[in-house]
């Protein structure tokens, strides 16, 4: 795996169609994710660590993680929509992959 494949898959995950406004809600590009993803890949922060993803919306951090080799994923998001679509995601890369995650959703 490389910065560019991950890029690869993360665009390949489903996004939102209408961002609500009122929850800030924006979608971070793969490639911006997959460059931040890597670099703490690189420095060490993912592989067999338990990560949270806050706000997770469509869940791109998240997934990349468990793409990199987290040991768990923890989704937390406020709106049960991007809850909804960050779970299609995880199922599409475990799919894809043909890898299980470790991972919860939280909807707070």
């Not at 898959?9 to 939102?16: A, C, D, H, P």
Request: hydrophobic share 45%.
């Amino acid at each position: 795996m490389n910065k560019k494949e991950l890029s690869f898959l993360l665009s390949k995950l489903k996004t939102f169609n209408d961002s609500k406004i009122k929850l800030e809600q924006y979608q971070t590009e793969c490639e911006i994710a997959a460059s931040i993803l890597w670099m703490a890949y690189m420095n060490g922060d993912i592989v067999k660590k338990i990560i949270a993803d806050f706000g997770c919306g469509n869940g791109i951090f998240g997934i990349g993680a468990l793409i990199l080799g987290a040991k768990k994923v923890f989704f937390i998001d406020v709106d049960k929509e991007a809850i909804e679509i960050a779970k299609e995601n995880v199922v599409l890369m475990e799919e894809v992959l043909k890898s299980e995650f470790n991972f919860e959703f939280l909807n707070q």
